[in-house]
C-alpha cells in the first residue's frame, strides 16, 4: 500500500515564484518521521528535513519551509522566489516503527530562468 | 572520504549473469539500507541492516536478490541470474540509527542486456 503519495509529477515555474510541493502519508503508528530529499541532476539525494509526529510547529529555513499538519496528513514544502539552482526532483518520505524508511514517487521541479 | 562510497558506479550485465554491489557506509553508522530506482520513481525499500543483522529484506524482489553485512560495516547486495527487469540505479543509504536522516551514496546503475 502506497504510504506517502505525492500527487504532482511534474512542476515548473519561473525562477522567483514561489512553489508548493505537497505530500501526504498514511499511518497508523502515533510515532513516526517525515522527511525530506532533494535529489539534484548529478542523482545523489540529499537530506533536507526530518520532523517527528509531535511537532507540528512549522518550519522555516532561508527559501525554505514545511507545513505539517496531522489533521490532514500532509507534510507540504515550500520554496519562496524559486532560483533555477533549485530544480531536481523531491521526495517526501516516511519512517514508522521499523527503521525502514519509504519514500514518494517524487515531484521534479524545473525552475527556468 | 565521509561520505557513503557505491562501486561500481556504473555496471552492465547479460541476462542471467551475477552481480554484486558494494556500499561503503558512514564509519559509525549502524544503520545501512539499500533502495532500488527505477527511472522516474522513487526509491524503493529493499533491505535493511542494523550493525550486522539482516532486520528487514521484506523488500527484495524475489530470492535472487541477497545482501549482506558481516562485520557491520560494508555492505554487498547480490543478484543472482540478472534478468532484465532489474535494470535500475542501486542506492546504499546509512545513517546513525532510528529514522535518522539518510545519508545516500551516488548509487550503482545497473544494466541488465
Known amino acids: 500500500a502506497q504510504k506517502v503519495t505525492q500527487a504532482q509529477t511534474e512542476i515548473s515555474v519561473v525562477e522567483k515564484e514561489d512553489v508548493t510541493l505537497d505530500c501526504v502519508y498514511e499511518?497508523?503508528?502515533?510515532?513516526?518521521?517525515l522527511f525530506w530529499y532533494k535529489q539534484p541532476p548529478s542523482g545523489e539525494l540529499v537530506f533536507l528535513i526530518r520532523?517527528?509526529?509531535?511537532?507540528?510547529q512549522n518550519e522555516i529555513s532561508g527559501r525554505y519551509s514545511w507545513n505539517f499538519q496531522k489533521s490532514t496528513s500532509s507534510f507540504n514544502f515550500t520554496i519562496t522566489a524559486s532560483q533555477v539552482v533549485d530544480s531536481a526532483v523531491y521526495f517526501c518520505?516516511?519512517?514508522?516503527?521499523?527503521?525502514?524508511?519509504?519514500f514518494g514517487a517524487g515531484t521534479r521541479l524545473t525552475v527556468k530562468p | 572520504g565521509a561520505g557513503v562510497s557505491q562501486s561500481p558506479r556504473y555496471k552492465v550485465a547479460k541476462r542471467g549473469q551475477d552481480v554484486a554491489l558494494r556500499c561503503d557506509p558512514i564509519s559509525g553508522h549502524v544503520s545501512l539500507f539499500w533502495y532500488q530506482q527505477a527511472l522516474g520513481q522513487g526509491p524503493e525499500f529493499l533491505t535493511y541492516f542494523q550493525n550486522e543483522a539482516q532486520l528487514d529484506k521484506s523488500g527484495l524482489p524475489s530470492d535472487r536478490f541477497f545482501a549482506e553485512r558481516p562485520e557491520g560495516s560494508v555492505s554487498t547486495l547480490k543478484i543472482q541470474r540478472t534478468q532484465q527487469e532489474d535494470s535500475a540505479v542501486y542506492l546504499c543509504?546509512?545513517?546513525?540509527?532510528?529514522?535518522?536522516?539518510?545519508?545516500f551514496g551516488n548509487g550503482t546503475r545497473l544494466t541488465v542486456t
Open positions: 518520505a516516511l519512517s514508522e516503527g521499523k527503521d525502514d524508511m519509504r
Open positions: 499511518t497508523r503508528d502515533t510515532t513516526y518521521y
Open positions: 520532523r517527528n509526529s509531535f511537532d507540528e
Open positions: 543509504a546509512s545513517s546513525l540509527g532510528r529514522s535518522s536522516p539518510l545519508h
